[in-house]
């Protein structure tokens, strides 16, 4: 994913799509700070040795700012349109969230935690239509499970609601298992019960510091947990690549760098980058 490069000034498609051939990976997911230009993106791709297998813009499409709920909108759409026309498989995403306050509720965190399950209605109203595009360009929606931005898809009982309203087989999962260890959900499991909607990985790992998490608990801050490159956390890769062997999953597995152990320069990011590789290279290979 190209986040983590662009964030230390690798901002240039081509740089990145070059740095990523020379080290070795085979495809890029292109975020959302990379421009959408067309002749950049015809150039990546008519080489040949780097694919592009998919954009990604996660935002809060029911933000409680109409405009700027419109605006990630039409950004979605934008990217959808463009996908189609480049031949990108997919589109990874968020779902929204509505945090407008319930009239009437006084109890805060009984409120919080409705938010998912009280968004439901309003997601499908927006996504609905947003499928029937995506169908049309030949483009796949892919929603993130990561509870830190406007999502609901964020769990197992909420993918089975999701996917029971949103009818179509262009709508699937960009699978982390970093952000379910976190929230105490079995990440191995979901994968055959999901199988038919895992489009797209995310390989991040995420660690746990149980004697932080005994002095403040899951409640007080998330200073007991933070994510880490594949290998350098608390995931069992053996057993979450036997669940997508098992599944025959053959899709990308994306390298998504939130390390702060690595982060600060270039050089860091792209060690990081490399270190996580090298460490999938030989879970795949065993």
């Avoid at 830190?148 to 909420?158: C, E, T, V």
Wanted: with cysteine; charged share 25%; aromatic share 8%.
């Amino acid at each position: 994913m190209t986040n983590a490069l662009v964030k230390e000034g690798m901002k240039d498609l081509g740089n990145i799509a070059a740095w990523a051939e020379a080290a070795g990976f085979e495809d890029l997911e292109v975020g959302p700070t990379v421009p959408l230009e067309k002749a950049l993106f015809e150039k990546v791709l008519c080489h040949g040795n780097v694919g592009l297998s998919s954009l990604t813009y996660c935002r809060n499409f029911l933000s409680a700012d109409k405009e700027e709920a419109a605006l990630h909108l039409a950004e979605l759409k934008k990217r959808i349109e463009f996908a189609g026309d480049m031949g990108i498989e997919k589109i990874v995403t968020s779902t929204g969230i509505d945090k407008t306050p319930e009239e009437g509720v006084y109890d805060r965190a009984d409120a919080i935690r409705r938010l998912p399950i009280r968004s439901l209605d309003k997601v499908v109203e927006v996504f609905l239509p947003v499928l029937e595009a995506a169908e049309k360009r030949g483009v796949k929606i892919a929603f993130e499970n990561c509870p830190l931005m406007g999502n609901i898809a964020i769990s197992p009982m909420l993918w089975r609601e999701l996917f029971l309203r949103l009818d179509s087989s262009n709508a699937g999962l960009a699978y982390d298992p970093s952000h379910l260890l976190w929230e105490m959900i079995d990440p191995y499991l979901p994968v055959t019960e999901f199988a038919s909607r895992i489009f797209h990985i995310h390989a991040k790992d995420t660690r746990i510091d149980c004697q932080r998490l005994g002095e403040v608990g899951i409640l007080t801050d998330f200073s007991w947990w933070n994510y880490r490159i594949p290998g350098n956390g608390m995931l069992d890769w053996d057993r979450f690549i036997k669940e997508l062997q098992g599944i025959g999953y053959t899709g990308t597995v994306s390298i998504e760098h939130e390390d702060a152990d690595y982060e600060g320069t270039l050089e860091k990011v792209q060690q990081g980058l490399l270190m996580g590789k090298q460490f999938l290279e030989k879970k795949l290979t065993a």
